[in-house]
């Protein structure tokens, strides 16, 4: 199961802000692969969409691709739970299904989509550098009652709900990873991909990423959608 997608809500301060914050255009020609890899180097929280079957996918992708197949009757929905404000570069073979990929994307209100005109062929002959890299598996979904079994805690339980190709989960998941080794003594660290739980985050609304909730008792004590810095999650776990 490739992964499911993403929502980067709300102020995202550091490189997000400046990628949302940047020219919306929905009409946005195609750009020369250099023109495309220049702009990219611009955007770090964009997501890279390679519109590709999985097999073309895995014989070599731009790097941190996502692999959404414009073929596959799930495509829409995958789409559909992606931030319209992050930046979104699309991509296929030579430029036929990202031009329809894209078309769709900016139809829905998609505030920046570019094109890579030729697709990876012309990206290749370019000599612009591909990944070999598959993605990481996902593992197996959790249920709702096994997930309230996780959060009835004295301790705060901190869950992050994150996703592979979510560029601001990418970022958190240091900071996450770190409160769980140091704060082990009073905090219980719980990450869910969204990807791998589809059934569990229907069930808890998440339907943007990242999202935070920190329970205790059994009880959710606080909630936040969007990037955050580690120094307001520590408040949050403080307090
Ligand atoms: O659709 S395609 O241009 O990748 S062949």
């Known amino acids: 199961m490739k992964k499911f997608i993403l929502i980067v809500l709300i102020g995202y301060s550091i490189g997000l802000t400046g990628c949302a914050n940047g020219q919306a255009n929905n009409t946005t020609p195609s750009l020369e692969p250099i023109a495309f890899s220049e702009k990219l180097t611009q955007s770090p929280f964009a ?4 519109v590709r079957t999985p097999d073309e996918f895995s014989k070599g992708h731009l790097k941190n691709a996502v692999n959404f197949n414009w073929n596959d009757p799930s495509f829409a929905s995958k789409v559909a739970k992606m931030d319209k404000e992050t930046p979104v570069f ?14 769709q994307l ?12 030729g ?14 890299d598959t993605q990481t598996s996902v593992s197996e979904g959790i249920t709702l009652e096994a997930f309230e079994h ?4 004295e301790k705060k339980v901190l869950v992050d709900f994150y996703a592979e190709w979510c560029a601001p989960c990418k970022k958190m998941e240091p900071y996450i990873n770190e409160i769980s080794k140091n704060m082990s003594d009073k905090v219980k660290v719980v990450r869910i991909d969204v990807d791998a739980n589809p059934a569990l985050s229907e069930a808890l609304k998440i339907d943007a990423l990242p999202v935070l909730h920190i329970y205790q008792n059994n009880k959710r004590i606080w909630s936040h959608t969007g990037y955050i810095t580690k120094e307001e999650v520590l408040k949050q776990l403080k307090d």
């Open 47 to 50: 997501i890279v969409l390679d």
């Open 119 to 132: 697709g990876i062929l012309k990206w290749k002959a370019a000599n612009l550098p591909i990944d070999t």
């Open 106 to 117: 900016r139809e829905q209100g998609f505030k920046e989509v570019y094109e890579l005109n």
């Open 90 to 103: 699309v991509y296929c073979l030579s430029g036929g299904r990202s031009a329809a990929a894209a078309k």
């Open 150 to 153: 996780v959060i009835n805690s």
